[in-house]
């Protein structure tokens, strides 16, 4: 069981930077695979980046090149660095988690967080 709690997202200007972070409690944070998700009003959650348990990465060709995932398997924690922001970039951004393997479908992970509002202005 994971419990998972995002954190870092904010209003800022197209080009910018932010970083969210997803910080997970239990004790067997390092064997879930971990995923960032998105989801803009009147639009489905759609899959941003996930990372495996072993730390393999995989993105969607929306941000591929600008987001970056990494886990911090001592913290419980996984970030999202997001950079050269783009209008299209605003949603709610959830992370969730699954056992072991990175998937795209988000029907294939467990545990989500409450999600984070991120605002990009043109």
């Known amino acids: 069981q994971l419990q998972l709690v995002e954190s870092g997202g904010g209003l800022v200007q197209a080009g910018g930077s932010l970083t969210l972070s997803c910080a997970a409690s239990?004790?067997?944070?390092?064997?879930?695979?971990m995923g960032w998700f998105r989801q803009a009003p009147g639009k489905e959650r759609e899959f941003v980046t996930a990372?495996?348990?072993?730390?393999?990465?995989f993105y969607a060709d929306s941000v591929k090149g600008r987001f970056t995932v990494s886990r911090d398997n001592a913290k419980n924690m996984v970030t999202l660095q997001m950079d050269s922001l783009k209008s299209e970039d605003t949603a709610v951004y959830y992370c969730?988690?699954?056992?072991?393997?990175?998937?795209?479908?988000?029907?294939?992970?467990?545990?989500w967080g409450q999600g984070t509002q991120v605002t990009v202005a043109s």
């Open positions: 969730a988690a699954r056992p072991y393997s990175l998937m795209v479908p988000a029907s294939q992970y467990n545990f």
């Open positions: 239990g004790r067997t944070f390092e064997t879930y695979a």
């Open positions: 990372i495996s348990w072993g730390g393999s990465t």
